[in-house]
């Protein structure tokens, strides 16, 4: 099973700021097995990137991926008010398709 | 317009077998790349990823979980169903289904692009 490890668990940052979140693997895989999400309290999760760098439909530029093998990176470039949420990542790699145990984005 | 929406008890009691029910339009089963899984959320935790079942009728399974879960489609329906036996209270969580895509313009990816908007389930007795 592919363990994902995401840090850091809590991120503390002001709306304008860069936030970069870390998502780890304990094996390597295809990139193009790597999905970003991210979660408000209450709401489902929502897809932000695919493949590990591609943006779903409707994701705002600020938001971009990047990574390959073991180690990925969501970056929100500047952050919006509503981008205050957690954030998970996925992987295809082999199953079980597991998920990463979340990184909490908070406002400072 | 793709919708899913998951449906079934919102309490059931240790030992018993729940079954949810995902209900989906906008998309087939039958088509090739498609696949709908399910993924669990305990109160204030991680989400959790249960089972997947493909267009062709491949299934997959976490391998935790995997003596307790059966996953079957209905296409006819759109609909797919999860059962789960001998439930417990730890298995108290919000449930959601997901579309899951294969492939994009003929280059292969694995995501989750479309979810249902989530059932709690609560195991008391």
């Known amino acids: 099973e592919i363990v994902l490890t995401q840090s850091p668990g809590t991120l503390s940052l002001s709306p304008g700021e860069r936030a970069t979140l870390s998502c780890r693997a304990s094996q390597s895989f295809s990139s193009s097995y790597l999905a970003w999400y991210q979660q408000k309290p209450g709401q489902a999760p929502r897809l932000l990137i695919y493949g590990a760098s591609s943006r779903a439909t409707g994701i705002p530029d600020r938001f971009s991926g990047s990574g390959s093998g073991t180690d990925f990176t969501l970056t929100i470039s500047r952050l919006e008010p509503e981008d205050f949420a957690v954030y998970y990542c996925?992987?295809?790699?082999?199953?079980?398709?597991?998920f990463g145990q979340g990184t909490k984005l908070e406002i400072k | 317009q793709i919708t899913l929406k998951e449906s079934g008890p919102t309490l059931v009691k240790p030992t018993q077998t729940l079954t949810l029910t995902c209900t989906f339009s906008?998309?087939?089963?039958?088509?090739?790349?498609?696949?709908v899984g399910w993924i669990r959320q305990p109160p204030g935790k991680a989400l959790e990823w249960l089972a997947l079942?493909?267009?062709?009728?491949?299934?997959r399974y976490s391998p935790s979980l995997k003596s307790s879960l059966t996953i079957t489609k209905d296409t006819s329906k759109n609909q797919v169903v999860l059962t789960m036996t001998n439930m417990d209270p730890v298995d108290t969580a919000t449930y959601y289904c997901?579309?899951?895509?294969?492939?994009?313009?003929?280059?292969?990816?694995?995501?989750?692009?479309?979810w249902g908007q989530g059932t709690l389930v609560t195991v008391s007795s």
């Open positions: 996925q992987q295809y790699g082999d199953s079980p398709y597991t």
């Open positions: 079942v493909y267009w062709d009728d491949d299934k």
């Open positions: 906008g998309f087939s089963l039958s088509t090739s790349g498609v696949g």
């Open positions: 997901a579309r899951l895509i294969t492939m994009v313009r003929g280059v292969r990816f694995k995501f989750l692009d479309y």
